[in-house]
């Protein structure tokens, strides 16, 4: 398994329209992408710093994850992504190493990726995403 970089921080916020200026005009990023992900109900909003992504995510249903998550530990960081060449293969290694995986196959995520989670249970409480960028193959 090899994990190239840290490919996100994906950060819960109630509200893109409140997020994005605090830091586009605060912080001098610039928003380069705005999507919605139907499936996972949720609304992103992406910047680039170095190599790293930030993602803004913001629920698109009150039974959506992020609202969910939102409503129990308030806005915030969400989770860590990483990047690598094969999202099954880290899923394979990490399943035989007994990391409880969330998604057993990769899903597309935002930004057109192949993604999967790993329970926070298994990471010391750091809810992971494991990404690959299938263009790059």
């Known amino acids: 398994m090899e994990l190239t970089h840290i490919e996100h921080l994906g950060i819960a916020v109630k509200s893109l329209e409140t997020a994005i200026p605090y830091y586009e005009e ?8 705005i999507e919605e992900v ?3 109900k949720v609304r992103t909003a992406f910047f680039k710093i170095g190599q790293t992504k930030l993602e803004l995510l913001e629920s ?7 609202a969910k998550f939102i409503e129990k530990k308030g806005e915030g960081i969400h ?7 094969s999202v099954q293969t880290c899923l394979d290694e ?4 007994d990391v409880q995986l969330i998604d057993k196959a990769p899903r597309k995520g935002a930004e057109g990726l192949n993604i999967a989670f790993l329970h926070p249970k298994s990471t010391c409480g750091v809810l992971t995403e494991i990404c690959e960028d299938p263009k790059k193959k």
């Open 26 to 33: 605060k912080l001098g990023l610039k928003c380069y992408s």
């Open 60 to 66: 698109t249903s009150p039974e959506g994850t992020i």
């Open 79 to 85: 989770h860590i992504a990483f990047a690598t060449n």
């Open 94 to 97: 990490l399943a035989a190493k």
């Open 38 to 40: 139907a499936d996972q």
